[in-house]
């Protein structure tokens, strides 16, 4: 790249945000592909708010202009989105699990072909985050059929504090429900 970086949106995308401007962002993205890297470029921003807004600009991305993410997912940038549930912002940290879900949703092959750089994540928070954080590490390996998080997620089922996730039906949720109920799921239904 030059000394100027001329086709860079960044700054553009940032001024459409603090203008509270997500849908003019979602249409210039669906017209030019410098929008989405913009928009990925501001997962390194120090302002907690606009990387929270970017991963929210990716979902509904996602969600809207499927083919216009397709490349992005398939050079890796679920492991990006899931890497930033570890980020200390809340607004990050929730806005990144719901577009790391919608990802696995509207991409259904993620999980094969990043299922070892993902397990290895998931992993990682279940061992070091907190209650949110490794009761939506739970749900995933989970879904992923990951057995041999099982003696780890075991330890997690007697916890009965609350987790709120920001998933579907998941508020208020004693975190050991949750390992019971994934506990449960890998083993089969085998010690009911």
Known sequence: MGLFSFGSKKNKVIKMLSEG???????SAAKDPKYVDAIMELFTEENPGIR?????????????????????VEEGLPLTVLSLVNDS???????????????LRYFSWVGEKF????TSLLLEILQKGDKNRKAFAILMLGRFKVK?????????KNVSDAVILPLEGIKWVPL??????????LEGDVND
């Open 21 to 27: 401007d997500l849908e003019g962002v979602i249409r």
């Open 52 to 72: 929270g807004d970017a991963l929210l600009l990716i979902g509904e991305l996602t969600i809207r202009h499927k083919d216009l993410m397709m490349p992005y």
């Open 89 to 103: 912002d809340p607004y990050v940290k929730e806005n990144a699990m719901q577009t790391f879900e919608l990802m």
């Open 115 to 118: 299922r070892n750089e993902i």
């Open 148 to 156: 041999e998080a099982l003696p780890l997620i075991e330890e997690l």
């Open 176 to 185: 050991g429900e949750i390992a019971e109920r994934v506990i449960k799921e």
